[in-house]
Structure formats: structure tokens, C-alpha cells
T-cell receptor, first 110, second 113 residues
Framework: GQNIDQPTEMTATEGAIVQINCTYQTSGFNGLFWYQQHAGEAPTFLSY????GLEEKGRFSSFLSRSKGYSYLLLKELQMKDSASYLCAARRSNDYKLSFGAGTTVTVRA | ETGVTQTPRHLVMGMTNKKSLKCEQHLGHNAMYWYKQSAKKPLELMFVYSLEERVENNSVPSRFSPECPNSSHLFLHLHTLQPEDSALYLC????????????FGPGTRLTVL
């Protein structure tokens, strides 16, 4: 099975940086996804890591360490519109199923 | 219409009612999923269809019955639900036999009285 842990809530100031950590325990790990979900809306894909290292996409970056079962999502130059829930999800090898964490609610304050 | 659409967006039903949720994807994908999202809990995978065949039934009670008539449409038929079934029901689709990134619909907010 898979056990996905991430913090419940984080608060940061506009323009700052926030790092959301995610740890996972899975058999046959084959990739880590991050999704963003605004209240009342669909989750939208942010990033996918399957190899160790950092993937950068504009203001958002995602990091993976397979040996440590650890990932983080880094949000830079925070904007009010970044207030949302961020979902970490792990995928098993040879499987199409994603196991999700409970999500981290990020609140950006002026 | 683009992406993944779901109807209705909101549904209130009694425990003796029968209703259906509809999902449609316009992305040419070949796998579709139903998830349940309850407050402060992880998304729970309910059903997976790949190439119109059900390949996953994640110990879901029989009062939930999925139907996938073709690769673009997915239904969730609801019958004699319980108040604890109140949640956001999300549909998703993906390509590559289910191995690709999943695209989600906006969900149906279900309240069972």
C-alpha cells in the first residue's frame, strides 16, 4: 500500500516563498504528482517527478528524493491567487492508480 | 466543451432516491476514474475504467454503480445512499492506458439528507 503525508495548513505572505513537504511509503514507486485545487474547483496538474532532482516551472518547482521517499513543492513570489489546496500523489509501478495525500491548504496574506 | 465536464455540479437527494452523476471527457483519453473527496481526507479512488472495461472496484458499496458506455462518457448511479456518502465526487481521465497524467472534472457536490 501507500502512505502519503503532508502538512494540513500553511500560511505565508504575498511575495514570499513556501515549501510544502510530502513523504510517501509505497511499494513499487513510479512517480510523484503535485496538483493544485482551488475551493470548489477541479484539481489541476502542476508537476510530475519520477527521477531524483528538481523540476522548475516558472514560480513553481518540485523536488524528489526516491531514496528518502520525500518530495517538496516550492512556491516562489507568492500571489494571492496561489491560495489553494496542494495535493501530493504517488503512483505505483505498472499501475495507473494514484494515492493522494489529504492536501495542504496554503493561505496567502497581503 | 473542452477538458472534463461533470453534471450536475450540485445534487441534494434523500436516502431513498435514485440519481446519476455524469462525466464526459473531450480529450481523447482511454481511461476514466471516479474519486470521492471528503473534507480533510485524501481523495479516495472508487472505480477505474480502461478501454471501457472496469479494471478497479475499490471496495465500494453496491449502492454506487458505475457505467462506462464508451471511452468519452462515465456515469455513477446512486441508490439508497447514506448521509456519510455526502462528499465531492470527482471524475478524471487519462491516456496511455491509465499511466498518464490525470485530468479532473470540477466535481459534483452531493448532499444526502
Amino acid at each position: 500500500g501507500q502512505n502519503i503525508d503532508q502538512p494540513t495548513e500553511m500560511t505565508a505572505t504575498e511575495g514570499a516563498i513556501v515549501q510544502i513537504n510530502c513523504t510517501y511509503q509505497t511499494s513499487g514507486f513510479n512517480g510523484l504528482f503535485w496538483y493544485q485545487q482551488h475551493a470548489g474547483e477541479a484539481p489541476t496538474f502542476l508537476s510530475y517527478n519520477v527521477l531524483d532532482g528538481l523540476e522548475e516551472k516558472g514560480r513553481f518547482s518540485s523536488f524528489l528524493s526516491r531514496s528518502k521517499g520525500y518530495s517538496y513543492l516550492l512556491l516562489k513570489e507568492l500571489q494571492m491567487k496561489d491560495s489553494a489546496s496542494y495535493l501530493c500523489a504517488a503512483r505505483r509501478s505498472n499501475d495507473y492508480k494514484l494515492s493522494f495525500g489529504a492536501g495542504t491548504t496554503v493561505t496567502v496574506r497581503a | 466543451e473542452t477538458g472534463v465536464t461533470q453534471t450536475p455540479r450540485h445534487l441534494v437527494m434523500g436516502m431513498t432516491n435514485k440519481k446519476s452523476l455524469k462525466c464526459e471527457q473531450h480529450l481523447g483519453h482511454n481511461a476514466m476514474y471516479w474519486y470521492k473527496q471528503s473534507a480533510k481526507k485524501p481523495l479516495e479512488l472508487m472505480f477505474v475504467y480502461s478501454l471501457e472495461e472496469r479494471v478497479e472496484n475499490n471496495s465500494v458499496p453496491s449502492r454506487f454503480s458505475p457505467e462506462c458506455p464508451n471511452s468519452s462518457h462515465l456515469f455513477l448511479h446512486l441508490h439508497t445512499l447514506q448521509p456519510e456518502d455526502s462528499a465531492l465526487y470527482l471524475c478524471a481521465s487519462s491516456s496511455q492506458g491509465g499511466g498518464g497524467e490525470q485530468f479532473f472534472g470540477p466535481g459534483t457536490r452531493l448532499t444526502v439528507l
